[in-house]
């Protein structure tokens, strides 16, 4: 059980970071090309070297998605691109597609190959396919139960993986293989372009009555048939380790370094506690109002205990829930005035009480944060200011204690 890996996604190099820092024991992150995030940040080459440096260095893995299902057109630039990061020490490739495997084997010999979701594993038949194939983990499908994850496990052999998700949106389509996206406007889910209109309002228009719309639902806010509560599984980590999974991941390479910090950082503190004491293992209700921290949709177990029904639906809106600004990442202090130099991310006020949420190795407190108060706003010539409207401006805030380079700072709304 030591072995159990926390898994978070890296959409860009602040977040691959970031959640290192705050207790990710690897992350999955995509490059500029082949990646089913293409809206996210992904790393460059040049990046990609820093990020594995960076990695290793602090103990942790990375791995690369080149997930999308290529088109003919897609095979020689592929070809190239794997060419040019051949060399970068990349702990393993998540790939989706048989064709893309062959030439990541051929183009890297001894890479480690994890099969995607998106490959629709759902039992173990499937998996040791494609564990003959070379494979070394293979990711459950979000279909999957617990009991068919445990099944699985009895039958593929000891040195294979399992990741599965433990949080993070849910796809309405099979395992992410929707075409609503390509069809409404053009954009490809599967070639990392998703526009995810099944979080959009739908009515229903009888063929021969054009103009005349009758509700799916009857609710004056709309009609979110296809709008899936999101994946959270932070209470019942015990039956996932007991089902024989050893990588719990996060989703979500398109959510900012704020959303990556605070969720990595509560299954942290639920994870350590059930691996340090099995036997007396309690889930803490704090550690679940701490995740509630980040922007989410209400929350559902998806379809581990059973098939989804309409409680694990939203049917009134697609909105998120945002309790907590992300309002500043601290860059260190200040020798001569002892200030600590913060970037700003959304707007404060001098006066305003907010929340220091710092890196896992720096916690000086049991707690995951604690609380300050903004005495004072100063911006890089040392001019008081009332509020901090500017994103990503440099300041100076005199506060009690320093806090640790890389903490977050947050504020409640």
């Known amino acids: 059980m030591n072995k159990i890996e926390l898994l978070a996604p890296a959409g860009d190099m602040e977040k691959l970071k970031t959640a290192v820092r705050y207790g990710a024991d690897a992350v999955?992150?995509?490059?500029?090309?082949?990646?089913?995030?293409?809206?996210?940040?992904?790393l460059s080459v040049e990046e990609m070297k820093e990020a594995m440096e960076f990695l290793h260095e602090n103990g942790a893995k990375g791995y690369l998605t080149i997930n999308i299902y290529p088109h003919n057109e897609d095979i020689v630039p592929l070809q190239k691109y794997i060419e040019r990061i051949k060399d970068i020490p990349i702990d393993a490739f998540l790939v989706s597609d048989p064709g893309v495997m062959q030439l990541v084997k051929e183009g890297i010999p001894g890479a480690e190959i994890h099969l995607s979701t998106q490959a629709n594993t759902t039992n173990y038949l499937s998996?040791?396919?494609?564990?003959?194939?070379?494979?070394?983990?293979?990711?459950?499908?979000?279909?999957?139960?617990?009991?068919?994850?445990?099944?699985?496990?009895?039958?593929?052999?000891?040195?294979?993986?399992?990741?599965?998700?433990?949080?993070?949106?849910?796809?309405?389509?099979?395992s992410g293989r929707c075409l609503l996206s390509n069809y409404m406007v053009g954009r490809d889910?599967?070639?990392?372009?998703?526009?995810?209109?099944?979080?959009?309002?739908?009515?229903?228009?009888?063929?021969?009555?054009?103009?005349?719309?009758?509700?799916?639902?009857?609710?004056?806010?709309?009609?979110?048939?296809?709008?899936?509560?999101?994946?959270?599984?932070l209470d019942c980590l015990p039956d996932m380790v007991q089902a024989?999974?050893?990588?719990?991941?996060?989703?979500?390479?398109?959510?900012?370094?704020?959303?990556?910090?605070?969720?990595?950082?509560?299954?942290?503190?639920?994870?350590?506690?059930?691996?340090?004491?099995?036997?007396?293992?309690?889930?803490?209700?704090?550690?679940?109002?701490?995740l509630n921290k980040a922007s989410h949709r209400e929350f559902t177990h998806g379809f581990f205990y059973h098939k989804p029904t309409d409680q694990d639906q939203n049917y009134l809106t697609s909105d998120y829930v945002r309790d907590y600004t992300f309002i500043g990442v601290v860059l260190g202090e200040d020798p001569e005035t002892g200030d600590t130099i913060v970037q700003q991310r959304n707007k404060f006020y001098a006066g305003d009480t907010i929340e220091v949420m710092e890196?896992?190795?720096?916690?000086?407190?049991?707690?995951?944060?604690?609380?300050?108060?903004?005495s004072a706003i100063l911006d890089e010539e040392g001019n008081s200011m009332e509020s901090a409207p500017h994103p990503k401006q440099i300041l100076r805030i005199?506060?009690?204690?320093?806090p640790a380079k890389y903490s977050i700072l947050r504020k409640k709304k």
């Not at 099944?151 to 849910?170: D, Q, Y």
């Not at 209109?197 to 799916?216: D, I, N, S, T």
């Not at 896992?360 to 944060?369: E, F, G, V």
């Not at 005199?398 to 320093?402: L, Q, R, S, T």
Request: proline share 5%; hydrophobic share 35%; glycine share 6%.
């Open 28 to 42: 999955y992150f995509g490059g500029e090309m082949f990646s089913l995030r293409a809206g996210a940040g992904n």
């Open 127 to 174: 998996a040791n396919f494609w564990v003959s194939q070379g494979v070394k983990r293979v990711v459950a499908a979000r279909e999957m139960s617990l009991q068919e994850i445990t099944e699985m496990r009895a039958h593929l052999p000891e040195n294979i993986e399992i990741e599965a998700f433990v949080h993070g949106a849910m796809c309405i389509s099979y």
């Open 189 to 233: 889910a599967n070639r990392g372009q998703c526009t995810h209109p099944c979080r959009w309002k739908y009515h229903l228009m009888e063929e021969k009555r054009p103009g005349e719309y009758f509700p799916v639902e009857e609710d004056d806010r709309g009609s979110y048939i296809m709008n899936s509560r999101d994946l959270c599984m």
């Open 244 to 290: 024989g999974i050893t990588s719990f991941k996060i989703e979500g390479r398109m959510k900012s370094a704020y959303y990556v910090a605070t969720v990595v950082s509560a299954y942290r503190a639920a994870l350590d506690s059930y691996l340090e004491d099995p036997e007396h293992y309690v889930f803490q209700p704090e550690w679940l109002t701490e």
């Open 359 to 374: 890196p896992l190795a720096t916690r000086r407190l049991h707690k995951p944060y604690y609380e300050e108060r903004v």
């Open 398 to 402: 005199p506060f009690e204690k320093v």
